[in-house]
């Protein structure tokens, strides 16, 4: 089975610009979840998506957005980036119903904000 | 309110030696559960472990084992024999229970414990 893919794996944005970052789940997977990961805050999660529907959200501003869609694809979307939303942005994808504490990490995207 | 401590930011430690990751935790609930995960530095977070709070048994994979003290609120992550290529973050993570009723929940992730293991 191939794993959780994430691209871009590499990005630079300026700030204003908006980003959007894409995650593919491991196949039968319904479950998406997004989590960001910076040098001063370590890992926080952003939110989870289940059949399309967000089940959890952390606290983050609202320019950051996700959604997903009915192959269990997600996204998640940036506005009016800020230095500070530089960071490595990981997805974790997920069984879900009776296995949802299998998560599995994609590799990231690595986003710069300059 | 959740939280996960690791208080040891780094650690450096020859070829051979073992060496004990700490980890503590705080949460309300009754029911939670408590994970350990390793990051390379290509990123990726590989998953090690998953304890739930009623199962404080050891375990033992290898040259790894986990020490679960409710008592103490503690899981502690122990390497033995250590090798270069451990040489990474590792985190510990915690999550409660009430979050898989339906949802994933969250992960509550410690700041993370930079090991290096010198030859």
């Known amino acids: 089975k191939a794993g959780v893919t994430q691209t871009p794996r590499y990005l630079i944005k300026t700030r204003g610009q908006q980003v959007t970052l894409s995650c593919s789940p491991i196949s039968g997977h319904r479950s998406v979840s997004w989590y960001q990961q910076t040098p001063g805050q370590g890992l926080q999660f952003l939110f989870e998506y289940f059949s399309e529907t967000q089940r959890n959200k952390g606290n983050f501003p609202g320019r950051f957005s996700g959604r997903q869609f009915s192959n269990s694809r997600s996204e998640m979307n940036v506005s009016t980036l800020e230095l500070g939303d530089s960071a490595l942005y990981l997805c974790a994808s997920s069984p879900g119903r009776g296995r949802s504490y299998e998560q599995y990490f994609g590799p990231g995207t690595r986003l710069t904000v300059t | ?119």
């Open chain 2, 1 to 119: 309110a959740q939280k996960v401590t690791q208080a040891q930011t780094e650690i450096s430690v020859v070829e051979k030696e073992d060496v004990t990751l700490d980890c503590v935790y705080e949460t309300r609930d009754t029911t939670y559960y408590l994970f350990w995960y390793k990051q390379p530095p290509s990123g990726e977070l590989v998953f090690l472990i998953r304890r739930n709070s009623f199962d404080e048994q050891n375990e033992i994979s290898g040259r790894y084992s986990w020490n679960f003290q409710k008592s103490t609120s503690s899981f502690n992550f122990t390497i033995t024999a250590s090798q270069v290529v451990d040489s990474a973050v590792y985190f510990c993570a915690l999550s409660e229970a009430r979050n898989y009723g339906g949802s994933q929940g969250n992960l509550i992730f410690g700041k993370g414990t930079k090991l290096s293991v010198k030859p």
